[in-house]
């Protein structure tokens, strides 16, 4: 299972209140957590941005945030965890920590997005 810390379901919250809307807001902002192996040299890589639900995606409360995870993605995000921490003094970054485990067309799990423990 995808989750979120409460730092960064906080975080995500104060970015989606941001965000310029067309139309209504959802009830919860919806971020799409997405990850895939990088072919050039087997290293996971990650991505997240605001979206719209779509019809086969898996759809995990995050502590007041919408995760949507298309079914590609879901078994290279299982037991991954997203926090938002201090790498720095003062530098914060969203970091994806465990799932790591690459999959067999993998050759191994990389940096994983620049944050894996």
Do not use: W
Not at 28 to 40: H, N
Not at 56 to 78: F, R, T, Y
């Amino acid at each position: 299972m995808f989750a979120l810390t409460p730092a960064a379901a906080e975080q995500i919250t104060r970015a989606a209140a941001e965000q310029p809307q067309a139309g209504p807001q959802p009830m919860l902002p919806m971020l799409r957590v997405a990850a895939k192996i990088d072919e050039s040299d087997g290293e996971l890589v990650y991505g997240m941005g605001f979206d719209d639900e779509r019809e086969d995606d898996l759809i995990v409360d995050g502590g007041g945030v919408a995760i949507l995870i298309s079914p590609h993605s879901q078994p290279l995000l299982e037991n991954t965890t997203l926090d938002f921490s201090e790498v720095a003094p003062g530098e914060y970054q969203f970091i994806f920590r465990g799932g790591c485990t690459a999959p067999a067309a993998a050759k191994s799990c990389g940096s994983c997005g620049g944050g894996c423990s």
